[in-house]
């Protein structure tokens, strides 16, 4: 079904369609999503904007279009798809990182507002996966141009990700998880896909800050070397 | 080098921006305060005829005027040493009850007006190869509550964007931290801005909503005095190097320790605890 998340009239009628067809909606896996790349002072106003459209304010255009369905059906399923970014950041990935903490916030607040309607949202939270995400990176204007001040470790964590990326499982696991999730009779908080996707919030969560930042600037240092 | 040293405190009309431009003019330093509407400007004037307080206008929304304040500054002082990104205010109401409209506004000024200021204002400090950025969070940015959810989502923003703005900075010699307030005695709650539907008749959560007003209003009786903050911002200017993120209340530093170490169906359950509304149906099963 076309569906622009962007834009409210789309997602409007492609929901209202869906439901003269089938008359309910058990179901929403809100997905769509891309990934920014760029030093957060080099992104501009409009770039800025561009990210949220989508990550932020196109996942709760969605959600607004289904639940007064799913409120009336007395039951209903929303499933966030957030990333290990949205626990952790980094340079380079801040804005999109920053939306992955904000679709967070909306699965927390949402959980608990829609507790009365019998209505579970969780967050599907993937690591590093192979996917064609890496086509869907959009580098901000700066860095593409090579005008970037930050050139030097952004082009690190670049090779790095696509290093990473290019060993990473592929989306069949994300798909189990998520028929996991829809299995579990009450489902969790969270559903971390990945081993990188447990490490990292782990280690943030029980290192010291200190030491956190020293392995931080670690990693920092070896990326500006390698490129 | 310059005579005093230079802050810029963003939405410094009113609340902690400023008490905050008073407690640093205290200190010797030259505050530019920023206020949005000139109507309202008044207490930052009447600051200005005793202490080195300088009004601004600027509106964080618009990235004309935001240029034009910093550009004004900059001619003047040829520096900034300290930026406390703080204009914000709170969008309430149930996730449903707020439209496209509403949560964009709210991300206006708190998300994308903080990224505005900060990107003018780099610049002048990676040439300096010294400043220090304080975001202006909240405890709203460390765990999200049903109705706050909006502000909650930007403060989660401002907190992630904080930390990754820290390490991107820190080669050029600039520091970024995080100011993670709870309830002051501000007039935060009434200037705070509900979603379209909120409390309309034909919404479902009408009735919620209007017992968390109530609930609102009792946790702001034990609402922390300003000057508690006040003395913080201080201490992180003091600091060499700053923190990751000042938090102001022992209470909301517990409860950044147990949103470390406990999980997070724990912490949900202790937040839903307190709303409530906000139970599970008698009979339902999904």
């Known amino acids: 079904m076309p569906l622009d998340v962007d834009q409210t ?3 409007q009628k492609t929901v209202r369609s869906l439901l003269k067809k089938t008359g309910r909606i058990d179901v929403l896996i809100n997905n769509a999503g891309w990934g920014a790349f760029g030093a957060i002072e080099e992104f501009t106003d409009a770039e800025v904007k561009a990210q949220y459209e989508t990550n932020v304010f196109g996942l709760m255009r969605v959600t607004r279009a289904v639940l007064p369905t799913m409120r009336s059906q007395g039951s209903g399923r929303i499933l966030n798809v957030g990333s290990v970014a949205g626990h952790i950041t980094f340079a380079g990935i801040g804005l999109y990182s920053s939306t992955k903490h904000v679709v967070n916030a909306i699965t927390e607040s949402l959980r608990l507002e829609l507790r009365p309607f019998n209505i579970q949202v969780t967050a599907i939270e993937p690591g590093q996966i192979h996917t064609r995400f890496k086509d869907n990176r959009r580098q901000n204007i700066a860095f593409k141009n090579g005008k970037s001040l930050y050139g030097k470790i952004l082009q690190g964590v670049l090779e790095y990700g696509d290093r990473k990326s290019a060993k990473a499982p592929g989306p069949e696991m994300v798909a189990k998880v998520i028929w996991k999730a829809l299995n579990d009779r009450r489902m969790s908080t969270s559903y971390p896909v990945g081993s990188d996707a447990r490490f990292y919030p782990f280690i943030q969560r029980f290192l010291p800050d200190l030491l956190y930042d020293r392995v931080m600037d670690f990693v920092y240092s070896r990326f500006k070397r390698a490129s | 080098m310059r005579e005093l040293p230079i802050a810029l405190i963003t939405g410094a009309n009113s609340g902690m921006g400023l008490a905050c431009a008073e407690a640093l003019a205290k200190k010797g330093w030259k505050v530019y305060g920023t206020y949005r509407s000139v109507k309202r400007a008044e207490p930052l004037r009447k600051l200005s005829k005793t202490l080195k307080v300088v009004p601004l206008r ?7 005027s935001v240029k034009k304040a910093v550009a004004q500054v900059y001619r003047k002082e040829k520096g900034i040493d300290f930026l406390m990104n703080n204009a914000g205010f709170v969008m309430a109401g149930f996730w449903e009850d707020v439209s496209d409209a509403d ?11 903080l990224l505005r200021v900060a ?5 002048i400090m990676r040439a300096q190869r010294s400043g220090k950025i304080l975001n202006v969070g909240s405890v709203g940015g460390l765990v999200a509550l049903p109705v706050l959810g909006p502000y909650s989502a930007t403060k989660f923003a401002v907190r992630s964007l904080t930390d990754a703005l820290r390490m991107e900075v820190k080669e050029f010699g600039v520091e970024v931290s995080e100011l993670v307030p709870s309830e002051i005695q501000t007039a935060v709650v009434q200037n705070s801005r509900k979603g379209e539907k909120a409390l309309s008749p034909d919404s479902p959560y009408t009735e919620f909503t209007k017992s968390y007003e109530a609930f609102a209003i009792e946790r ?15 201490k992180a200017l003091s600091d060499q190097p700053m923190k990751r993120r000042y938090l102001v209340k022992f209470e909301d530093k517990a409860l950044y320790f147990l949103k470390r170490f406990l999980p997070a169906g724990w912490i949900e359950a202790g937040i839903a605890s307190q709303f409530p509304w906000c139970r599970w149906p008698r009979n339902g099963s999904n």
Do not use: W
């Open chain 1, 9 to 11: 009239t789309s997602v």
């Open chain 2, 58 to 64: 600027m509106d964080v929304d618009s990235a004309s």
């Open chain 2, 103 to 113: 949560l964009k506004a709210q991300f206006e000024t708190n998300v994308f007006g």
């Open chain 2, 119 to 123: 990107r003018e204002i780099l610049p």
């Open chain 2, 220 to 234: 702001f009786k034990g609402a922390a005095p300003i000057q508690l903050l006040v003395k913080v911002v201080l």
